[in-house]
């Protein structure tokens, strides 16, 4: 199958410190793959790097198989790249359904889409989503008024809807409860059977309900990568994160 991203030797320095050392991962397109660390590993920066917030001291990033290196965020965005930072952001001010529609793809900006007369294909689109994110019986209210884990649904809602071809979610359990991680858990399993997927986290409990593979990363480079199982008893995992005890541990 075609790799849908590929991240070659990517290194990015900071103020004299390397935070990506000669970075390689590869995800075939239509692939869920989940990407663990802790703290420091690289992996927000990796996310930074291929949406093009930031641009790489040197290596390649191939998406969609065109090298996109140092692409502006704009530019990534339009060409399908779809972002979920760790604190959600959502227009805190306007209705949750119309969240959902100032993303929905052909729109030009917040304002217009406000002032734009839905089509029925676009409400139809609006309604599926809210219905995924299940946040239907919450579409008129303001998003302010949802609760954390409900504004991480609808963060993912707005992604969504803007059909990428690549999505990317940093720690989307981040500040969860338990039945949210849950629920999330589901949500991104339902997402990833129509669209390819690089999902970071740390929380153990919430990777093994959705992971299928998964890349391990520690000073700014991968040091394992395959099951659950296999990551968990990998040596240098277990050596470098917790001594000489077991990931799942954790």
């Not at 052909?106 to 809210?130: C, K, M, N, T, Y």
């Not at 338990?178 to 589901?186: D, E, I, P």
């Not at 919430?206 to 299928?212: E, G, K, L, P, W």
Request: glycine share 10%; aromatic share 4%; with cysteine.
């Amino acid at each position: 199958m075609a790799h849908i991203l590929q991240v070659e030797n990517l290194v990015t320095k900071v103020s004299g410190y390397t935070i990506l050392n000669g970075l390689n991962l590869a995800l075939e397109e239509g692939e869920m793959r989940v990407v663990l660390g802790p703290n420091g590993a690289g992996k927000t920066t990796m996310i930074d790097m291929i949406t093009g917030r930031y641009k790489p001291h040197s290596g390649k990033i191939i998406f969609n198989g065109r090298n996109i290196t140092g692409y502006p965020a704009h530019k990534t965005y339009a060409m399908g790249i779809g972002r979920k930072f760790q604190v959600p952001t959502v227009y805190l001010s306007l209705k949750v359904y119309e969240n959902i529609m100032v993303c929905a793809k052909g729109h030009r900006s917040v304002f217009g889409s406000l002032l734009h007369r839905p089509s029925r294909g676009d409400q139809e689109r609006i309604a599926d989503i809210l219905q995924l994110i299940g946040l239907e019986d919450k579409a008129e209210m303001d998003a302010g008024s949802l609760s954390h884990g409900e504004r991480q649904w609808l963060e993912i809602g707005m992604l969504v809807v803007s059909s990428p071809k690549l999505l990317l979610l940093d720690e989307p359990t981040t500040g969860m409860t338990v039945a949210g991680k849950t629920k999330t858990a589901q949500l991104i399993k339902t997402i990833a059977k129509q669209h390819s997927m690089l999902v970071v986290e740390h929380d153990m409990h919430f990777i093994r309900q959705i992971a299928n593979k998964i890349t391990v990363m520690h000073q700014g480079r991968v040091i394992a990568e395959g099951t659950m199982n296999e990551v968990e008893n990998d040596p240098k995992v277990k050596e470098i994160y917790l001594g000489k005890g077991a990931i799942s541990n954790a």
